[in-house]
């Protein structure tokens, strides 16, 4: 898990790709390692794995996943794969598990952190429709990010909300603070967005 966020940061999944599929194999009792996959799939455009993956966990509104220490994580990663796959059924289902813990950070006790919960609820937000609600909390992950010092977090947090809005500004934001970082495949990311956005 920790080699999969670090490759994820690093914007080189595929090179994790066939050990975090064995870890799910081995571990099929286990979610948290396949709302993973289902979220590398997805970031790789993968999604009809994607989707395979998503559905391994979504059945009877995620009834397969504890309420346990790894609950928040699992549900953060799989909210990525949710948005990309622009399900809004089954966002609407995350958006409500997840907004209690809005206050929190997306902890694995023993594995990964994925930064503030806002930003996950953003992403549902706006996969629902509610771009005004997804702005409020994707600027609420950036300041609450940047407060925990969960920095590549703020950064995918202006990104998406750049996105979202279409701001020339938040996504230079965004770029900027990933080149401070050294995530050059991300700041390259914003760059292409840039054409055709509001100054």
């Known amino acids: ?29 286990f979610p948290t390692p396949a709302a993973a996959l289902a979220a590398l799939y997805a970031e790789l455009g993968e999604h009809e794995s994607a989707r395979a993956a998503f559905e391994g966990l979504a059945a009877d509104d995620f009834a397969a996943i504890p309420f ?20 809004s ?10 907004e209690p813990f809005a206050n929190r950070m997306i902890v ?14 953003g992403k549902l937000a706006a996969t629902l429709g509610r771009t005004e609600e997804a702005a409020r909390w994707f600027e609420r992950a950036a300041v609450e990010n940047d407060r925990q010092g969960a920095l590549p977090w703020a950064a995918h947090a202006r990104r998406e909300h750049g ?27 914003c760059r292409p967005t840039y054409a055709g956005v509001e100054g």
């Open 68 to 87: 346990d220490d790894e609950w928040l994580l699992t549900i953060g990663l799989l909210t990525d794969t949710c948005a990309a796959l622009g399900d």
């Open 89 to 98: 059924a089954r966002a609407a289902v995350l958006y409500e598990r997840l």
């Open 163 to 189: 996105e979202l809005l279409h701001s020339r500004p938040l996504l230079a934001a965004a770029g900027t603070a990933y080149r401070a970082l050294g995530l050059d495949h991300w700041a390259e990311r």
């Open 1 to 29: 898990m920790q080699r999969f966020a670090l490759a994820g940061l690093r914007g080189r999944l595929a090179d994790v790709e066939a050990d975090l599929r064995a870890a799910v194999e081995q571990s099929p009792w």
């Open 108 to 121: 694995g006790p023993i594995e990964i952190a994925l930064g503030s919960a806002a930003r996950p609820l």
